[in-house]
């Protein structure tokens, strides 16, 4: 109940494209779902979070889709270029009762030019 | 700012020995936790530490422990290391513990041989 599963593993995708990056959790108590980007020899560094109270959440390119009845939430890359290419972790938290992050596996993510 | 110090930043030690990792958190945070991230998986709270307790702690043996440091600095040591210990610690701080508030350091890669 405290995994989340993150797909796909990787993907590749053109200049100027859409990347589409998916999780899905189990357990209801979670209230705070963040994403991570992560560059080679660098730590995750937080890109944008949503809370369940929304369903969408939109910064610059990158745009969270967030289901609770499905629980499932996406992350949308716009206008894909080829500086995003890193890795990009889902993650969930219990805000108000938990420390810790749980992170999904990741998604390697190669745009090409 | 410096943000998230970690020390060293790669290291390499032989299986049974023992291991001090370091991390100093951003200025204005009080609480260190620490993550440990093998090759090609998403990061996994081993424990937080706040006001130099360990406040929650991971699925990890007592072969992990930790401290914390009146200047709100934190040390992660490992003993006994095992091959599977070989991978990326990293440190995260924050204020107050919220997971809203994590901002990671840069990582230890420690390789067990």
């Known amino acids: 109940q405290q995994q989340v599963k993150q797909s796909p593993q990787s993907l590749i995708v053109q200049k100027g494209g859409i990347s589409i990056i998916n999780c899905a959790y189990e357990?209801?108590?979670?209230?705070?779902f963040p994403w991570y980007q992560q560059f080679p020899g660098k730590g995750p560094a937080l890109l944008i979070a949503i809370r369940p109270d929304v369903s969408e959440k939109k910064e610059g390119r990158f745009t969270i889709s967030f289901n609770k009845s499905a629980k499932q939430f996406s992350l949308h890359i716009m206008d894909s270029q080829p500086g995003d290419s890193a890795t990009y972790f889902c993650?969930?938290?219990?805000?108000?009762?938990?420390?810790?992050?749980?992170f999904g596996s990741g998604t390697r993510l190669l745009v090409r030019p | 700012d410096a943000g998230v110090t970690q020390s060293p930043t790669h290291l390499i030690k032989t299986r049974g020995q023992q291991v001090t990792l370091r991390c100093s958190p951003k200025s204005g945070h009080d609480t260190v936790s620490w993550y440990q991230q093998a090759l090609g998986q998403g990061p996994q709270f081993i424990f937080q530490y706040y006001e130099e307790e360990e406040r929650q702690r991971g699925n990890f043996p007592d072969r992990f422990s930790g401290h914390q440091f009146p200047n709100y600095s934190s040390e992660l040591n490992v003993n006994a290391l095992l091959l599977g210990d070989s991978a990326l610690y990293l440190c995260a701080s924050s204020f107050r513990g919220f997971v809203s508030e994590a901002f990671f350091g840069q990582g230890t890669r420690l390789t067990v041989v």
């Open positions: 993650a969930a938290s219990m805000r108000d009762s938990s420390y810790k992050l749980i």
């Open positions: 357990n209801t108590a979670f209230d705070y």
